[in-house]
């Protein structure tokens, strides 16, 4: 349940933030339990899921957008694969 509200903060911080130029993410649930299994602490709790999102998700989106690899209105398909996430822009 962290993780959905967190994604869903994120979701509500790119729109809110690009306004039009904003992009939907579609995180699959094979990511979503890579996110959970790196960011899951007992000593740290969602704090370091927090982290953990900033640091595979967040930065990793920050670059394609600087870049202009997502388009308006496009999706980001968020996948896992090995030990790391996959974040492919599909056009609008």
């Known amino acids: 349940r962290i993780l959905e509200h967190l994604?869903?903060?994120?979701?509500?911080?790119?729109?809110?933030?690009?306004?039009?130029?904003a992009f939907r993410l579609d995180v699959s649930a094979r990511a979503k339990r890579w996110l959970v299994k790196?960011?899951?602490?007992?000593?740290?709790?969602?704090r370091e899921l927090k982290r953990t999102i900033h640091r595979h998700l967040v930065q990793p989106l920050a670059v394609l957008v600087t870049e202009g690899a997502v388009q308006p209105g496009a999706t980001v398909q968020v996948e896992s694969r090995e030990d790391r996430l996959i974040l492919t822009?599909?056009?609008y």
Not at 7 to 21: K, M, N, P, S, V
Not at 38 to 46: H, Q, R
């Open 38 to 46: 790196k960011g899951a602490s007992v000593e740290y709790g969602a």
């Open 7 to 21: 994604l869903y903060e994120l979701q509500q911080h790119i729109i809110d933030r690009l306004g039009e130029r």
């Open 89 to 91: 822009p599909e056009p």
